[in-house]
């Protein structure tokens, strides 16, 4: 028996099949949980990778038994039939970001305590990130949060953000700012806005419904350049990508183990081949959070602040845009940090990679959210939260590691297949632990 | 070979709502009839020139289309405990979120309300769908019929008429393996194979995480059943018993695992067959007087 119960076979083809046989029967779904199939996608792109299955031909199995699920559980099946979709081309736009203003102003208005978080001056519009509290509610001091949730149990009235916001700038043009995603709950609520009019990027202040804000001087922009990265062999770069999975961040099937046997079982790599050594050694580190003897770079460097919570902490604007990154267009918004793990606020557009669908997706994201400070340390990040669409998606990617605090620049490298962005950050303006 | 024995499987028959009507469809010898319609051949061409299908027409125009399709060898159930819920699903409109939108919602409505045709209704078997080659595109599907709309409104028949369409396609696929080009049947017919085979003993043994080492045997080797009670079931079948026992129903038979038909002599069958003692394999005897 190979692999999670699935029969072994020499055939790449059979083998998927009989593994998409395992995960079908409804009682084997209750035992394993929702995400349970997603080994069969991790199959499948082993196949690929070892080329002993045409991607067409593992997409089109996949395909047959995602239609085979949605006739057993529509959920299920309605998730997997998604990612149909996400294999066809979409149409991305360009991002841009002019000036990126962090902040925490906090003012009142009403018979609520707003607090001002970021101000985004694009190309085509200006974007706020406001939350507020009610008058005997805590002062909101979490993270901002994407997505849409209720209320919580201690619940302000429906929707307590107003709808649209009067917004001024210092060069005397006032717009509208209409409320996107939100979200609000136990006497707090966090909302993003959007102006149909964008704002000047060089003002000084800006106004919030008559509350005149004063931002925080305008910094040089972060220089982004591209590099072509070194091409791997597709068999170690599937495996390199199955370390760095979002399944297996989000607790999901152990996706090296999975795609590990099943090279094995189809007879593409030996049971002793020294890339499985190697894959098993550092999917052991990165899971384990420890170091191991002889662990290769920048895995290494990865893994050894792993067990740290000495974070600085803070927030820093960032404002840099990556044109495209292997048909990518990134805006960088800003990064903040704290004792446990650092964490960067993005765009993507189009939005897949941020779009993660833990054991549906057939593919990992096309991005790995790697870095490196000037201590020689690496970190790698995952989508932690957010969402929007297809053609553009909004949240952040938060770090397994808290950031150095002896660190004076943090190089973002959001790395593609074919090439990787650069981004320097410095540091100055976190504050050191206490 | 195949289409003889299709010809020794027992007609089935579903019944389907159709121009406020509930009508009969009938698997008989590979071939799917509408019993209700006394012209469905005619009704079906002034549907493709634009005039209303129905139910019935629908399903026949799948069945030719989809008869030699391999994916319905993934969609139909496995059997008893595998039950097919085809009502909701739509695949077609998978494909028709708001553009630029992350699907919220499972549930699509359901196929094809209203459509209906005022007509004779005959108890007679009017039409014969005769399987159409493999690799036939078939009759025109509707505008917005997609290859999953036709196996999701097949996969939605009765049981027992899904079973008999599952041998049809697997005698289909299992002449196609003897082709040049028909190699690449061989993992769907496996895959079936084990599927149908695994849920069936996972019922008949009693036990969910049944785990099964599925050897595939030539047609002219005797299948075999061990089992030491713990680990992996030997099961040792030929693709044929998809077509032959499973897609007759003669799977589980007086509380017998069957393992083959041993011969089949008009209103007698032989099967060679297991019980849970897991002994020697038996002869077990079916005959209608």
């Given at each position: 028996m190979g692999?999670?119960?699935?029969?072994?076979?020499?055939?790449?083809e059979?083998?998927l099949?009989?593994a998409?046989?395992?995960v079908l029967?409804?009682e084997?779904r209750?035992?394993?949980?929702?995400?349970?199939?997603?080994?069969?996608?991790?199959?499948?792109?082993?196949?690929i990778a070892a080329?002993?299955?045409?991607?067409?031909r593992a997409?089109q199995?996949?395909?047959e038994?995602?239609?085979?699920m949605?006739?057993?559980d529509?959920?299920?099946?309605?998730m997997?039939m998604?990612?149909?979709?996400?294999?066809?081309?979409?149409?991305?736009q360009?991002?841009?970001?002019?000036?990126?203003?962090?902040?925490?102003?906090h003012f009142?208005r009403?018979?609520?305590?707003?607090?001002?978080?970021?101000v985004?001056?694009?190309d085509?519009?200006t974007?706020?990130?406001?939350s507020?509290t009610?008058?005997?509610?805590?002062?909101?001091n979490?993270?901002?949060r994407g997505?849409?949730?209720g209320?919580?149990?201690?619940?302000?009235?429906?929707?307590p953000?107003?709808?649209?916001?009067?917004?001024?700038?210092?060069?005397?043009?006032?717009v509208?700012g209409?409320?996107?995603?939100?979200?609000?709950?136990g006497?707090?609520?966090?909302?993003s806005y959007?102006?149909d009019v964008?704002?000047?990027?060089?003002?000084?202040w800006i106004?919030?419904d008559?509350?005149r804000?004063?931002?925080?001087e305008?910094?040089?922009?972060?220089e982004?350049?591209?590099?072509e990265?070194?091409r791997?062999?597709?068999?170690?770069?599937?495996?390199y990508g199955?370390i760095?999975?979002?399944?297996?961040r989000?607790?999901?099937?152990?996706?090296?183990d999975?795609?590990?046997?099943?090279?094995v079982?189809?007879?593409a790599?030996?049971?002793d081949d020294?890339?499985?050594?190697?894959?098993?050694q550092?999917a052991?580190?990165?899971?384990?959070?420890?170091p191991?003897?002889?662990?290769?770079?920048p895995?290494a460097?990865l893994?050894?602040?792993?067990?740290k919570?000495d974070?600085?902490?803070?927030?820093?604007?960032?404002?840099?845009?990556?044109?495209?990154?292997?048909g990518?267009?990134?805006?960088?918004?800003?990064?903040?940090?704290?004792?446990?793990s650092?964490?960067i606020?993005l765009?993507?557009s189009?939005?897949?990679p941020?779009?993660?669908?833990?054991g549906v997706?057939?593919?990992?994201?096309?991005?790995?959210?790697?870095?490196?400070d000037?201590?020689?340390?690496?970190?790698v990040?995952?989508?932690?939260?957010g969402?929007?669409s297809?053609n553009?998606?909004?949240?952040?990617?938060t770090?397994l590691?808290?950031l150095?605090?002896r660190?004076?620049?943090?190089?973002?490298?959001p790395?593609?297949?074919?090439?990787?962005?650069?981004?320097?950050?410095?540091?100055?303006?976190?504050?050191?632990?206490? | 070979?195949?289409?003889?024995?299709?010809?020794q499987?027992?007609?089935?028959?579903a019944r389907?709502?159709c121009?406020e009507?509930?009508h009969?469809?009938?698997w008989e010898?590979?071939?799917?009839?509408a019993?209700?319609?006394?012209d469905?051949?005619?009704?079906?061409?002034?549907?493709?020139?634009?005039?209303?299908s129905?139910?019935?027409l629908?399903?026949?125009g799948a069945?030719?289309?989809?008869?030699?399709?391999?994916?319905?060898?993934?969609?139909?159930?496995?059997?008893?405990a595998?039950?097919?819920?085809n009502?909701?699903?739509r695949?077609?409109?998978?494909?028709?979120?708001?553009?630029?939108?992350v699907?919220?919602?499972a549930?699509?409505p359901?196929?094809?309300?209203?459509?209906?045709?005022s007509?004779?209704?005959?108890?007679?078997?009017?039409m014969?769908?005769?399987?159409a080659?493999?690799?036939?595109?078939?009759?025109?599907?509707?505008?917005s019929?997609?290859?999953?709309d036709?196996?999701?409104?097949?996969a939605?028949l009765s049981?027992?008429?899904?079973?008999?369409l599952?041998?049809?396609?697997t005698s289909?696929?299992?002449?196609?393996?003897?082709?040049?080009?028909?190699?690449?049947m061989?993992?769907?017919?496996e895959a079936?194979l084990?599927?149908?085979?695994?849920?069936?003993?996972r019922?008949?043994?009693?036990?969910?995480?049944?785990?099964l080492?599925?050897e595939?045997?030539g047609p002219d080797?005797?299948?075999?059943?061990?089992?030491?009670?713990?680990?992996?079931v030997?099961?040792a079948?030929?693709?044929?018993?998809?077509?032959t026992?499973w897609?007759?129903?003669?799977t589980?038979?007086a509380?017998?695992?069957?393992?083959?038909?041993?011969e089949?002599d008009?209103?007698?069958?032989?099967?060679?067959?297991?019980g849970?003692?897991?002994?020697?394999?038996?002869?077990?005897?079916?005959?209608i007087?």
């Open positions: 692999c999670c119960g699935v029969p072994k076979s020499a055939d790449p059979t083998y099949r009989l998409c046989e395992r029967p409804s084997g209750r035992n394993n949980g929702p995400q349970s199939g997603g080994e069969t996608a991790v199959i499948s792109r082993a196949c080329g002993t299955l045409d991607q067409a997409h199995v996949l395909d038994y995602a239609l085979a949605a006739l057993r529509q959920h299920r099946g309605r997997l998604h990612r149909r979709r996400a294999r066809a081309p979409v149409e991305g360009r991002l841009s970001a002019h000036r990126v203003a962090v902040c925490e102003f009142e009403s018979d609520q305590h707003w607090i001002l978080e970021r985004l001056f694009a085509d519009a974007h706020l990130d406001l507020g009610d008058p005997a509610g805590q002062m909101f979490q993270r901002r997505g849409l949730v209320p919580g149990p201690r619940a302000m009235p429906h929707k953000q107003p709808q649209t916001l009067t917004v001024r700038d210092d060069q005397g043009t006032t509208t209409h409320q996107g995603t939100g979200s609000w709950g006497g707090s609520w966090q909302s959007r102006t964008p704002l000047s990027p060089e003002t000084r106004e919030v008559g509350t804000i004063e931002l925080p305008r910094g040089p922009a972060p982004v350049h591209l590099e990265i070194e791997r062999d597709p068999l170690r770069a599937m495996l199955e760095m999975s979002t399944d297996r989000h607790g999901g099937d152990d996706t090296v999975i795609a590990c046997r099943a090279l079982d189809i007879g790599l030996g049971e020294p890339l499985l050594r190697e894959i098993r550092i052991g580190a990165v899971a384990g959070g420890a191991v003897p002889g662990l290769a770079e895995w460097s893994v050894a602040r792993f067990s919570t974070g600085p902490q803070g927030r820093l604007a960032i404002g840099a845009v990556i044109d495209d990154l292997d990518y267009s990134i805006r960088l918004d800003a990064l903040t940090s704290d004792a446990g650092f964490s606020s765009a993507v189009p939005g897949t941020l779009l993660r669908f833990p997706d057939l593919d990992p994201s096309p991005i790995v959210w790697w870095a490196e000037d201590r020689h340390n690496a970190y990040a995952f989508f932690d939260n969402g929007g297809e553009l998606a909004e949240g952040q990617v770090s590691a808290a150095d605090p660190a004076t620049e943090l190089r973002l490298l790395t593609a297949s074919r090439t990787r962005a650069v981004i320097n950050v410095p540091l100055a303006g976190l504050a050191s632990p206490t | 070979m195949t289409d003889r024995a299709l010809s499987l027992p007609a089935a028959v389907v709502a121009s009507e509930t009969t469809i009938r010898a590979g071939d799917v009839v019993l209700d319609h006394a469905p051949e005619g009704e079906r061409t002034l549907a493709a020139l634009g005039g209303q129905c139910t019935c629908d399903v026949l069945w030719t289309r989809r008869r030699g399709d391999a994916a319905m060898l993934s969609a139909l159930s496995r059997g008893p595998d039950p097919v819920h009502e909701g699903v695949p077609g409109r998978f494909g028709a979120y708001p553009a630029g939108t699907p919220r919602n549930l699509y359901r196929r094809g309300g209203g459509v209906v045709r007509g004779a209704i005959s108890n007679s078997v009017s014969t769908v005769v399987g080659p493999t690799g036939s595109a078939g009759p025109p599907a509707s505008a019929s997609t290859p999953e036709d196996i999701v409104l097949l939605g049981h027992e008429l899904t079973l008999r599952a041998s049809t396609v289909v696929l299992l002449e196609e393996l003897k082709t040049p080009k028909g190699a690449s061989g993992p769907v017919l079936s084990f599927g149908r085979a695994w849920a069936a003993l019922t008949w043994l009693g036990t969910s995480d049944l785990e080492d599925l595939v045997i080797k005797d299948p075999g059943l061990s089992w030491d009670g713990s680990g992996s030997h099961l079948l030929p693709l044929e018993w998809v077509m026992v897609g007759a129903d003669l589980v038979i509380g017998r695992f069957s393992l083959g038909v041993a089949r008009g209103a007698r069958t032989t099967l060679m067959s297991i849970t003692d897991l002994g020697p394999p038996r002869p077990l005897i079916i005959e007087p």
